[in-house]
């Protein structure tokens, strides 16, 4: 698993919300899906984390702490567009509903886009379930597969070096045991930040 700690303290600002990207994103469709495990037991670690840096962030509401196991897009009954999903495809991979998985929560870190805290896969139930998605669907992922639970999106541009200080007293945080249910995932892709509804 690659940790973007050292990516991120390497740079010199956080990537904020660009605009127009959003809009070239969705393209004006509404309901973008993934997979992904609610990590409740998550709630305490994430707190300390938020206190630290929930000034510079958009905080994930705590019911929507998650690790995302398989990307999808925007569903239809006909895929046109290179990021559509085939609702046929969602039902083949519903096999996996319901699964738990257990998994670690470990250091806080954090993306370019977005703090987190690192998840190991110590007894490969998330890969054993990425494997099954992954029989119906390529992936929609244009970087190395990191799991985590988000924390909160950087609201802006900002120098990293403040944040680096504040998240630095987590990075040796122990390992807790968590466990989620996969769940379908489905998100309003044109509101920032808007609400998780989980199926």
């Not at 709630?43 to 962030?57: D, L, T």
């Not at 669907?137 to 403040?162: D, K, M, N």
Request: proline residues 7%; glycine residues 6%.
């Amino acid at each position: 698993m690659t940790d973007p700690w050292f990516e991120f303290v390497a740079a010199e600002r956080t990537a904020g919300p660009v605009s127009g990207v959003r809009e070239d994103w969705h393209r004006g469709r509404a309901t973008y899906v993934v997979w992904a495990l609610r990590v409740s037991l998550a709630a305490e670690r994430v707190e300390r984390v938020r206190a630290a840096v929930g000034s510079w962030i958009r905080l994930v509401d705590e019911a929507d702490l998650h690790v995302t196991a398989w990307v999808c897009g925007f569903p239809t009954d006909r895929p046109e567009l290179d990021d559509d999903v085939a609702t046929s495809v969602l039902e083949a991979q519903s096999v996996v509903a319901g699964r738990p998985v257990r998994l670690e929560l470990g250091a806080a870190t954090s993306f370019l886009a977005c703090p987190a805290l690192l998840v190991h896969d110590a007894r490969g139930e998330l890969a054993a379930v990425r494997a099954e998605l992954g029989a119906h669907q390529r992936e929609l992922r244009w970087a190395p597969y990191t799991p985590h639970v988000t924390v909160g999106s950087y609201l802006e541009s900002v120098p990293t070096g403040p944040i680096v200080e504040a998240l630095r007293p987590f990075r040796d945080e122990p390992r807790i045991e968590v466990v989620g249910r996969v769940q379908r995932v489905e998100v309003d892709a044109r509101v920032p930040g808007a609400a998780l509804r989980w199926c």
